[in-house]
């Protein structure tokens, strides 16, 4: 199943959705998202996994290895700019505290042994771009890519118009070849601006084994193990994705389906 669902309600410790390597049937990544109340906290357990915690919406607290970040994030809603991150590396003690009334916040997970050393990705220092053109215009924030150091993870955050495709021409990362393309196993965590939007993602590959098109909502999160994978927003309905990426080497190398390169130029 490629479609999760968060809860309509947080749990007791405000988790919304939870993303495992074992309920994705994959091997690297990890994603969850928690909504906490003012003064909340959670400790994410850090054992063997290398962490970005990106400030979704609302002010956090975070204590990482003897670092202390204070209030941390400026956003209502992740379509209001860049957000606020930290990097957690392996065996790291982290703590996050809300220090707002609600605020949410994403755990992106990867697979490592050392990391590096916690790092504060601060809003203003992550790099923006637009990408596309006309109906493929998008805006795209690289949150932890290769510009940045870690291990394994590699996470970006697009905002895409109504009516636009992104993730577009179709593109693929499930083969590792190398300097061609990369393996990334990725999730995109869906949020909308106006709570009743919607949008359409279509995962498939060449041979068509995996064909699926699946309608996405407001916090809806879709797995893509393999295949190219594009997002078309609905007319009047702003959208916004969270990508956690993870492989057996850090690079984003992507194939673009050939029946549709010819866009490119």
């Known amino acids: 199943m490629l479609l999760r669902r968060s809860a309509p309600v947080p749990s007791l410790d405000g988790l919304v959705v939870s993303i495992t390597p074992e309920s994705a049937g994959w091997t690297h990544v990890g994603f969850e998202v928690y909504r906490l109340n003012r003064q909340q906290a959670i400790t994410p357990n850090t054992n063997d996994r290398e962490l970005c915690v990106v400030i979704l919406s609302g002010q956090v607290d975070v204590t990482c290895d003897g670092n202390r970040w204070g209030a941390l994030g400026s956003r209502s809603n992740p379509f209001e700019g860049a957000p606020d991150a930290v990097y957690a590396p392996p065996k790291s003690d982290i703590k996050l505290t809300s220090a707002s009334i609600m605020c949410e916040i994403a755990l992106c997970w990867a697979e490592a042994k050392r990391g590096v050393e916690p790092q504060l990705l601060r809003a203003q220092d992550v790099r923006t771009s637009r990408r596309g ?38 593109h693929k990362h499930d083969t590792d070849d190398p300097p061609r393309e990369t393996y990334l196993e990725e999730t995109y965590y869906h949020r909308t601006k106006h709570p009743e939007g919607f949008g359409f993602q279509q995962v498939y590959t060449e041979d068509r084994a995996l ?55």
């Open 133 to 170: 053109s006309d109906r493929t215009e998008r805006m795209i924030r690289d949150i932890l890519m290769e510009d940045r150091s870690a291990e394994s993870l590699l996470v970006t955050e697009v905002t895409t118009r109504g009516g636009n495709w992104s993730s577009y021409p179709p």
């Open 211 to 265: 064909d699926t098109t699946l309608c996405v909502r407001d916090g809806d999160v879709v797995l893509v193990p393999r295949g190219y994978h594009p997002v078309a927003a609905a007319p009047g309905y702003d959208l916004y994705y969270l990508n956690v990426m993870a492989g057996p080497r850090r690079r984003w190398l992507v194939t673009t389906d050939p029946r549709h390169r010819w866009q490119l130029d």
